[in-house]
């Protein structure tokens, strides 16, 4: 099993549903930002937040695990080894982009 790099690439606000249920002066999530790399294989890296975890653990576990050809129906992602995915926040949405990596997993990460 090989680690996947979870890169977080966009913090998103939808200011058209924020304003309508969201909590007054909602903004972009508080745990993640822009630029922070992580590395995963079957477990949740440290300081992750749990409900990102739970949207993308499925496609980390593929990445892992060797998963190399197009994502789906050729349809989604045109890389090889990459997921482009996001948390499942409807409100503010975090984008984050998934490669899979040559760095062997163990136990003892």
Known sequence: MKKVKITILKTTLQDDLAK??????????????EGEIYYADYAKPEGFCDEAWKAIYQYVFALAHGVSEIWYYSDWIKTHGVA???CNDGLRPVIMKLEA??????PED
Request: hydrophobic fraction near 35%; charged fraction near 15%; glycine fraction near 8%.
């Open 20 to 33: 309508e249920y969201g909590i007054e002066g909602l903004s972009t999530c508080p745990l993640m930002s």
């Open 84 to 86: 482009i995915v996001s």
């Open 101 to 106: 990596t040559d760095i062997e997993a163990s």
